[in-house]
């Protein structure tokens, strides 16, 4: 059932009414039932990128992995900024339904979602226009080159639709609805693993039969996502322009610190593949391997801090601090509990993930490491996420930005460093483990005076 319904008054139309439903209710249930949700659709798109890589590797071509290796580095960027301005349309949609204001909410998706056109195409055109030279400062070489530059110049042209389906997305969650946000993750896995084999093999497109079949898939979840805005909640119109540079405003307090925040990651993570670097091409096939399991085994937690922000943008929305704090301590608790989960699975079945990958000597050592309980410090990293999350919703993105640019140089630069003079590869993955304990034990305390000070700011809303 939508979260916009109509009811009929003494009016010849229907008026949508608001309806908040993180704002009442169990915090736990909403957490469960929004995190599950979004990690059935990270799930599913983690697979149909590990089978898009499948297909090509049937052909043959080594050069097409490399090649995709080299894309995946620039339009990683590109994603990032995607994800950013998704947050910031996910918390301005979710305070203004926890206000219940219906006319806001609708002005502010179509502001927002104006915004990101004005935003996504420029970048598209930027990098589109750079592609070689930006593939020169990676340094690829020819053919992968040639094969990198296909691959993008197609997938590129994407790139609008993936911002705005992730922006709907978003929405989806902003609302409450947790189905309809896991469908349109689904609709674009299911359209690309069909359309993957046919425009590879069957039109024998190869590498740029991969790209067209990623664009289509994100063509369809924008579209699917613009029907569910349009059809199925009535939260699509005609701008206002009278008030757009006042949502423009309030967007962009949560947009730009999410996008800053996002671009801040691939810093912390080249650092310490270059550190594996130095102990040869076992380590970082080691620190290669890992960084595949953590997203499949911990996709919980990615999706955790997708979810939890709505809930605690509603319920800032309507000034019931007291459950913004229950968020925190019941998604805390979420974390610990599928943590020791996903732990307890890796260190069952290390022996045969070293087997399924053919690791050996420091790759193998690494692995086993991670699976006999360095895998834990994703207790650190969930707390970490969901922080964040709770300060991109609780109008404090820039803390997000500070907390996510130290994790990634003060909390792992000394500490990689460290370790690795103590415990070479394995003691790199030991002093991230200190530095994700230690950010995250900060982000805690700051999130809590956060919450405990949005009284003072903020007026309780009479009963």
């Not at 997305?169 to 046919?198: E, F, Q, S, Y």
Request: proline content about 3%; charged content about 10%; overall charge positive.
């Amino acid at each position: 059932m939508s979260l916009l319904q109509c009811q009929r008054v003494n009016r010849p139309f229907h008026v949508p009414i608001m309806q908040a439903k993180f704002t009442s209710g169990s915090i736990l249930r909403h957490v469960c039932t929004m995190t599950f949700a979004s990690t059935a659709g990270l799930l599913s798109l983690f697979t149909v990128d590990f089978l898009d890589m499948y297909w090509l590797s049937l052909l043959g071509q080594m050069q097409y992995a490399a090649a995709i290796g080299y894309a995946s580095s620039i339009l990683f960027f590109t994603l990032s900024l995607s994800i950013g301005l998704s947050i910031g349309c996910a918390a301005t949609v979710s305070h203004s339904v926890g206000e219940g204001d219906v006319d806001r909410t609708r002005k502010i998706v179509v502001h927002a979602m104006l915004t990101i056109v004005g935003i996504t195409v420029p970048v598209m055109l930027v990098v589109f226009f750079n592609i070689d030279t930006l593939l020169q400062w990676l340094g690829a070489g020819e053919p992968a080159r040639g094969y990198a530059a296909a691959y993008m110049s197609i997938v590129l042209l994407s790139y609008p639709l993936l911002a705005l389906a992730m922006a709907c997305a978003g929405i989806m969650r902003a609302l409450g609805n947790a189905k309809h946000a896991m469908l349109l993750t689904l609709v674009g896995a299911i359209v690309n693993a069909v359309l993957d084999p046919l425009f590879i093999f069957g039109f024998g497109w190869d590498i740029e039969g991969a790209a067209a079949a990623t664009a289509l898939a994100r063509a369809a979840m924008l579209a699917y996502g613009i029907w569910l805005l349009k059809a199925n909640n009535n939260l699509l119109g005609l701008p206002d322009f009278s008030v757009y540079w006042r949502d423009l405003r309030e967007y962009c307090q949560t947009a730009i610190p999410a996008v800053l925040t996002n671009l801040s990651t691939p810093v912390g993570v080249a650092y310490v593949t270059a550190s594996m670097a130095s102990y040869g091409t076992g380590a970082v096939a080691g620190w290669a391997i890992i960084s595949k399991l953590q997203p499949l085994a911990f996709a919980g937690l990615f999706a955790l801090s997708g979810s939890i922000g709505p809930i605690a943008g509603q319920n800032l929305g309507a000034r019931n601090f007291s459950r913004i704090l229950d968020t925190l301590k019941q998604s805390v608790n979420f974390t610990l509990v599928y943590c020791a989960l996903a732990c307890l699975v890796l260190l069952l079945f290390n022996r045969f993930i070293v087997s399924a990958f053919h690791a050996s000597g420091d790759a193998a050592q690494l692995i086993r490491y991670f699976c006999y309980g360095l895998s834990t410090m994703f207790v650190f990293n969930g707390i970490t996420f969901l922080t964040n999350a709770l300060f991109n919703n609780l109008r404090a993105a820039h803390w997000a930005t500070v907390f996510n640019v130290l994790k990634a140089t003060v909390f792992t630069i000394p500490f990689v460093w460290f370790g690795a003079k103590i415990a070479g590869p394995v003691g790199i993955l030991a002093g991230l483990y200190a530095g994700s304990a230690l950010i995250a034990v900060l982000g805690i305390w700051a999130v809590l005076y956060k919450i405990r000070e949005l009284p003072n700011k903020l007026k309780v809303k009479p009963s």
